[in-house]
């Protein structure tokens, strides 16, 4: 398997793991320092594992369902690091009694990866809404 193969595949078990809503497979995914960094769509920065940790058990705790088709994924890797940048196309069912949440949503994320040995670990996510369709014309 190539570098960016390794990658590749790094960064979708990070979006399988939150499709299947196992914080398991999440925790997993992510580095084991606590210099790592999350940032949700809307939220705050998060800072240190406890926190990034946390902000996924409560997002999978309130998700009924989730599905994510990337596209526009490229990935540049350089020495031990390397960064993933995607589109994000999400159909959810997050129970929201306001309704806001759920159907479909557009996401551009930035996914940093450190290699820990053989592995490529998530160390940064940073995920951007996006608003309106983009179209200039």
């Known amino acids: 398997m190539t570098v960016e193969e390794a990658i590749t595949a790094a960064n979708a078990e990070f979006y399988a793991a939150f499709?299947?809503?196992?914080?398991?497979?999440?925790?997993?995914?992510?580095?084991?320092g606590d210099d790592i960094r999350c940032i949700h769509p809307g939220w705050p920065l998060l800072s240190g594992r406890s926190r990034v940790m946390r902000s996924w058990s409560v997002?999978?705790?309130?998700?009924?369902?989730?599905?994510?088709?990337?596209?526009?994924?490229d990935v540049v890797a350089?020495?031990?690091?390397?960064?993933?940048?995607?589109?994000?196309n999400i159909l959810t069912g997050i129970d929201d009694p306001e309704h806001g949440l759920g159907g479909s949503q557009r996401v551009v994320s930035t996914n940093v990866f450190r290699r820990r040995g053989d592995d490529w670990l998530l160390w940064v996510h940073h995920g951007s809404p996006v608003l309106g369709t983009g179209d200039s014309g």
Do not use: H, K
């Not at 499709?19 to 084991?32: N, Q, S």
């Not at 031990?80 to 589109?87: G, H, I, K, M």
């Open 78 to 88: 350089a020495g031990d690091l390397a960064v993933v940048t995607c589109e994000e």
């Open 59 to 73: 997002l999978m705790a309130n998700t009924t369902y989730i599905q994510f088709f990337l596209t526009g994924v």
């Open 19 to 32: 499709e299947a809503c196992d914080i398991d497979r999440m925790e997993a995914v992510w580095d084991t």
